[in-house]
Structures are given as structure tokens and as C-alpha cells.
């Protein structure tokens, strides 16, 4: 079966640009239904995308140019925001030195060869391609987007999705769930590890750094790990986002809680920051399936739990 990949993982592998060096090259790869790719260079004044071939004009029509354009349920924003990135497409018709290229040929086959046979629970690499306030939309395979909403990201609570990611990052998700159009809905919190893997780094003495996700007049969550957040009692002048050192003052996994001092704050990490360190996610999870994933402790009074159905 043909493997199937988030737009930007074929471009400079070594098969891609050889068959990108000629037209013999490329006449070959059409031979061979070969996915390939390259970078969009123009979306003209009709939507049809232009695409760097070496010495040949690469063109995508419009109707070629995403699933669901020619019927309207794709707009052609979807389209203009892909000029200066890759995409995946067949080479399909040669006229002189134009190439006519489908991307929606490919996004059809994914579908068809790779999506419909995922299953809720199923692990599976993603490429991050926007945000919005309710989450980020990622590339799960030829430029099919997927949702992954913003309380699925990480067990801390956070206001949006770029407090944890950013555009372009490559990512592991779980499929969440699979609607009746063929939509995915993804979920990342599973893989970041339980309460007792996470809270397995801190011991109580410590001082660490932190991140205020939440103010409330009781107190001020802080996130110590994606999947790890602490309470400390309010101090003037917090807000969210702002960075701060901990004291730790205890541990308990019984009731999954973390007692915290705020030590100092005020260090609000640049754009740079997050996105290095969105790069250095830790996975407890890389692959395969899951069926359950608990939480919260063993004897712990409440759960915390996903169960994953197909």
C-alpha cells in the first residue's frame, strides 16, 4: 500500500527531486503513479496554483487543486494559502513545457487507501498548518486536515493552541474520532504521559520553572509538563503565560494535587522560545494503538480516563 504523508515530508527526499530534475524524470514518475511535490510559487487571478517543475511549468487547475473545491465545500482560501508551501500531486498531462498536475488525486487516494481505514485510538504523525482560538487544523496525509481541538492538546489548561504548538510542527496525535463525512478529530493529551509519569520528575524541596496558565481568586494553576499542573496561592500582579520559579511543597497522588509557592514571575517567553520548545514535546506514547488510557492513579478518588471506540 502506498504510504501517505502530511505535504512537505516528500519535498527534498532524494526520489522526489530526482524525478523533479528533467522531463524524462518526470515522464517516468507518471509512468509510475508516483506521488510527488513541490513548492507553490503563484495562485493566479482564476485559483490555479503554479508549482515549480525545474524546466517545465507545473499547473494545478483549480478543480485539481483540493478535495471538495469543485463541489464548495472546500473555498478557495484553501487554495491561496498554499502559495510559498509544498504540495503533493500526480503529474497527469504534458502540452509543450506545461505539466498539468491533480493534488486532488492524491488527497482522493489517501482517503481512500489510508484515512477510511483509520480507527479511533490509532496513532498517527501530523503536520501542524493553522490556528485557531478552538484549535489547530493539521495535515494528516496529503494536505487532508484534521481538527485537533484545544482541550485535546495537553491535560494543562491552556487559552490556545500556540501556548503548545506552532504552524509547521510535526506532530503525534490519536484519532479521536471519525465522523459520518469522513472528518478526523484528533487528541494529543493521551500520549504526554499519566499523572504519576509526569509527576514522577518532581519531589517535594524542589524549586522549578513553571508556566501560569490560570488565574483564579483561589489560587494560580501552573503548569509544570503538558500533562502537569500545580496549584499555588494567588500573588498580586500574575497573569497567564507569565513564566515563574516553584517552590514544591508536596506531592499527592491520591488526589492528583501539587502544592506550589510561587518563588518569582514575570518572564513572558518570546515566540522563538515557544516554538523551540514545542520542538522538544515528550511522547510516552509513539505509535501504534489504544484502546483506554488512564490518568489519573491507581486509588485515586476521582478518573480521569479516554476510551477509545470504534
Known amino acids: ?31 509510475q ?16 496554483l503554479h508549482v515549480r517543475l525545474g524546466e517545465l511549468r507545473g499547473v494545478i487547475p483549480r478543480r485539481e487543486g483540493a478535495l471538495g473545491i469543485d463541489t464548495g465545500a472546500t473555498r478557495d482560501v ?3 494559502t498554499r502559495v510559498n508551501k509544498p504540495v503533493q500531486f500526480f503529474a497527469e498531462k504534458f502540452c509543450g513545457d506545461t505539466v498539468y498536475l491533480s493534488r486532488r488525486a492524491v488527497q482522493k487516494l489517501c482517503c481512500g487507501e489510508y484515512l477510511c481505514r483509520l480507527r479511533p485510538g490509532d496513532v498517527i504523525s501530523a503536520a501542524v498548518t493553522h490556528l485557531e ?16 481541538p484545544v482541550s485535546c492538546i495537553c491535560v494543562s489548561r491552556i487559552e490556545h493552541p500556540s501556548a ?9 496525535a490519536a484519532v479521536k474520532g471519525i465522523d459520518g463525512c469522513g472528518r478526523i478529530t ?31 481568586p483561589y489560587g494560580v494553576f501552573i503548569e509544570l509538563a503538558p500533562n502537569l499542573s500545580g496549584l499555588a496561592e494567588y500573588v498580586p500582579g500574575v497573569a497567564a503565560g507569565m513564566q515563574a520559579s516553584v517552590f514544591i511543597k508536596s506531592v499527592n497522588p491520591q488526589k492528583m494535587k501539587i502544592k506550589l509557592a510561587i518563588v518569582d514571575f514575570g518572564y513572558r517567553a518570546p515566540s ?6 514545542a520542538a522538544q514535546i515528550k511522547y510516552y506514547v509513539t505509535g501504534g494503538r489504544i484502546d483506554r488510557w488512564v490518568y489519573s492513579p491507581a486509588g485515586c478518588s476521582k478518573l480521569v480516563e479516554s476510551v477509545f471506540e470504534c
Open 164 to 172: 503548545r504548538l506552532c504552524t509547521g510542527q510535526k506532530i503525534l
Open 33 to 48: 503513479g508516483r506521488v510527488l511535490e513541490s513548492r507553490v510559487i503563484l495562485c493566479d487571478s482564476a485559483h490555479n
Open 133 to 148: 482560538p478552538f484549535g489547530a487544523f493539521c495535515d494528516v496525509g496529503a494536505g487532508v486536515s484534521a481538527l485537533l
Open 186 to 216: 484528533l487528541t494529543m493529551k493521551e500520549l504526554l504521559g499519566t499523572w504519576e509519569q509526569n509527576a514522577a520528575h518532581f519531589c517535594p524541596g524542589d524549586t522549578v520553572p513553571g508556566i501560569i496558565r490560570t488565574v483564579e
Open 78 to 80: 484553501a487554495l491561496l
Open 272 to 277: 522563538c522560545e515557544l516554538s523551540a520548545r
Open 1 to 31: 500500500m502506498r504510504v501517505y504523508v502530511p505535504e512537505g515530508g516528500l519535498l527534498n527526499t532524494p526520489e522526489n527531486l530526482e524525478a523533479l530534475s528533467s522531463e524524462g524524470a518526470l515522464r517516468l514518475a507518471r509512468t
